[in-house]
């Protein structure tokens, strides 16, 4: 549930658009609901995020905001129990920041971009809290919420044009609303994060699913040059094919429809209730078997967004730029290991779903490398291997490859860790490192993918990731003397770090998977960009 006042203490920081009230929790003072762009509403639908014109007197910041809107079930999901709840209003652009104090120490600034397949989330989800890094490394935290779904995601065909700086203008539209809501609060850190304690010229964004894809797509847009020194990559998707505008169309056209509305004009005239409604069906039009299901995706347009973020992560703006990247061994299990229909997916079934990738010659050999790999496996084992290396281990690896390649840092890791919840069926699912990234289980109760890990196992493994995280934020460098060594990764040894219940650096940890999918084997659909 969203956090609400309950404070020992009143925090004040002055700001060039208003004075904010905050307050101290548990010896760490938080800002919470703070706006960094004008409320997307009316006629600001799907147009770029505009500057804020402040408020005059004292805004209370110790409640949040609503979150974006989005679909919402009681009683959440299986596997994370909820993943956003309400309040949900399209006046969402804010974010929560904290804080060991709001002096002038200038502590390094870690950004959070959380995920959610773009069609949910919140940067106030307690799970997302930014107490724990702000207090155990000395941090200035901050999460945002964005456009997400329909809202966020949903291509208008509307550009606007483009000022001296590259800036859209203000009166034309735009693709990807999301992202210039991530780069409008990316500024906004800029200007005020030292008000707060925070230094301006040290930020760490990171993120986790979509969040990674934006992390990635904000370290390499052109506006963000110099401003981000380091990102974390968690799980990132990277082997999502990214639509251009002229593919994105037919989408839009479906969803133009379901909703029921003839045009742009008449669907800014909609409650953003039926607008969320409406993504459900565009859910059910666009899923394919063997396929993770994205009804709303980045559009890689050449305006807002010039190429695939993890190409822009290679050269350019992100060149010299510290990254963390890395994975968790069974990522497919999270969407794939409950669903009974998958669980009774044939042999035939799956051979076919990896021709599509592989070709039909190589498909029964590859199906055989696999099973190999996991002795014993169902032929929906099979599959959810094959989906975890398609959209993350391999383009993930792939991207190492070429960072190290070029002579740029990055450093890799794969989570292991099983989870005993379901008997097991989820392994180490997508996801289930957050969590111990965060260190603070307590706020992951309502989480059935946690249930029955060891607390003792549990809790070593969270403080041997969190203090990693932490050394990285503040040095570039995630080694901490409660971790083994971990080299960055480079062409030779491949070193990865394992987080499991012994945590080891491996070299080559993904090999088998980097040359099954070499570019001499996927002969048909390519599960990444970067080869």
């Not at 920081?13 to 929790?25: F, I, S, Y």
Request: hydrophobic share 40%; proline share 8%.
């Amino acid at each position: 549930m969203p956090h609400s006042p309950g404070q020992d203490q009143t925090t004040v920081v002055d700001l060039p658009a208003g004075r904010l009230r905050g307050a101290t929790e548990r010896g760490v003072a938080v800002f919470r609901a703070v706006p960094y762009a004008a409320p997307p509403v009316g006629d600001l639908r799907w147009r770029p995020a505009q500057p804020h014109t402040g408020w005059s007197g004292t805004r209370d910041a110790t409640a949040d905001g609503p979150s974006a809107p989005q679909m919402y079930v009681e009683g959440g999901d299986p596997v994370l129990g909820g993943h956003g709840s309400p309040p949900f209003d399209e006046d969402c652009l804010t974010l929560n920041v904290w804080t060991p104090a709001a002096d002038g120490a200038r502590r390094p600034v870690l950004v959070w971009i959380h995920g959610g397949g773009f069609v949910s989330g919140s940067g106030s989800l307690p799970g997302y809290s930014g107490e724990t890094f702000a207090r155990d490394g000395d941090l200035v935290v901050v999460s945002i919420n964005y456009r997400i779904g329909p809202l966020g995601y949903l291509y208008t065909g509307e550009q606007g044009e483009r000022g001296e700086e590259g800036e859209q203008g203000e009166e034309g539209g735009g693709g990807n609303p999301w992202l210039s809501d991530q780069l409008a609060a990316l500024r906004w850190v800029k200007e005020n994060i030292a008000s707060f304690g925070g230094d301006p010229d040290l930020i760490t964004v990171a993120g986790q699913s979509g969040g990674a894809v934006s992390t990635a797509a904000l370290a390499g847009h052109p506006e963000t040059r110099g401003l981000i020194r380091r990102v974390i990559l968690q799980s990132p998707p990277f082997g999502l094919d990214l639509p251009d505008p002229a593919a994105y169309t037919e989408r839009t056209a479906a969803y133009l429809e379901l909703a029921g509305a003839k045009d742009l004009a008449e669907l800014r005239t909609l409650p953003w209730q039926q607008l969320i409604g409406a993504a459900g069906g565009l859910f059910a039009q666009t899923m394919r078997w063997g396929y993770w299901p994205t009804p709303f995706l980045p559009v890689v347009d050449g305006v807002t967004l010039r190429t695939h973020p993890a190409q822009a992560l290679l050269d350019g703006a992100a060149a010299g730029i510290d990254v963390m990247i890395g994975w968790t061994r069974e990522e497919a299990n999270f969407g794939f290991a409950l669903d009974e229909g998958y669980a009774a997916a044939t042999r035939e079934q799956v051979t076919d779903r990896i021709a599509e990738t592989f070709g039909s010659e190589a498909a029964a050999e590859v199906y055989a490398a696999y099973e190999r790999a996991r002795p014993g496996a169902r032929p929906a084992d099979v599959l959810m291997d094959l989906i975890t290396d398609e959209l993350f281990r391999v383009p993930a690896v792939r991207l190492a490859e070429a960072r190290a390649a070029a002579g740029h840092p990055v450093w890799a890791y794969q989570f292991d860790l099983p989870t005993p919840a379901y008997e097991g069926r989820l392994g180490a699912a997508h996801c289930l490192e957050l969590p111990f990234v965060f260190d603070n289980f307590d706020q992951w109760a309502h989480a059935p993918f946690l249930a029955g890990l060891a607390p003792a196992v549990r809790d070593g493994l969270a403080y041997a990731m969190h203090r990693a995280w932490i050394s990285f934020v503040r040095t570039g460098d995630p080694n901490h003397p409660d971790l083994p060594h971990w080299q960055p990764y480079d062409t030779g040894r491949r070193t990865t770090m394992r987080f499991d219940s012994v945590v080891t650096a491996l070299d080559d940890l993904a090999g088998a998977s980097r040359l099954l999918h070499g570019p001499a084997r996927t002969s048909g659909r390519t599960s990444a960009p970067l080869t």
